[in-house]
């Protein structure tokens, strides 16, 4: 079992950046593939970006291509999410996912962290 907490989330203008960590203890991390999810205010929760348990192949959603950027330092167990130009439609709760394999299926992750906050303002 591995426990996840995320970190990073607050309140930006439209075009700033935050940048998400997600701290994983317990079983090895890099034995997981990793994925990020946000749920918005009144949706259902959405894929954003995954990554392969070395951090070499990585997913997006179309919405985030360009903007996000997903990486792994498995070192410290921690996988981050570096979010540029953001946009009010970004507003959401981020979560991130521990799986056997990178995919874009909610179910296929295992393990989910509590969420951050991410607000961005018009």
């Known amino acids: 079992q591995v426990q996840l907490v995320e970190s990073g989330g607050g309140l930006v203008q439209t075009g700033g950046s935050l940048r998400l960590s997600c701290t994983a203890s317990?079983?090895?991390?890099?034995?997981?593939?990793m994925g990020w999810f946000r749920q918005g205010p009144e949706k259902e929760r959405e894929f954003v970006a995954a990554?392969?348990?070395?951090?070499?192949?990585?997913s997006y959603a179309d919405a985030v291509k360009g903007r996000f950027t997903i990486s792994r330092d498995n070192a410290k167990n921690t996988l981050y999410l570096q979010m540029n130009s953001l946009k009010p439609e970004d507003t959401a709760v981020y979560y991130c996912?521990?799986?056997?394999?990178?995919?874009?299926?909610?179910?296929?992750?295992?393990?989910w962290g509590q969420g951050t906050q991410v607000t961005v303002s018009s």
């Open positions: 996912g521990a799986g056997d394999r990178i995919t874009i299926r909610i179910s296929d992750y295992h393990y």
């Open positions: 317990g079983r090895i991390f890099s034995s997981y593939a």
């Open positions: 990554s392969t348990r070395t951090g070499i192949i990585k």
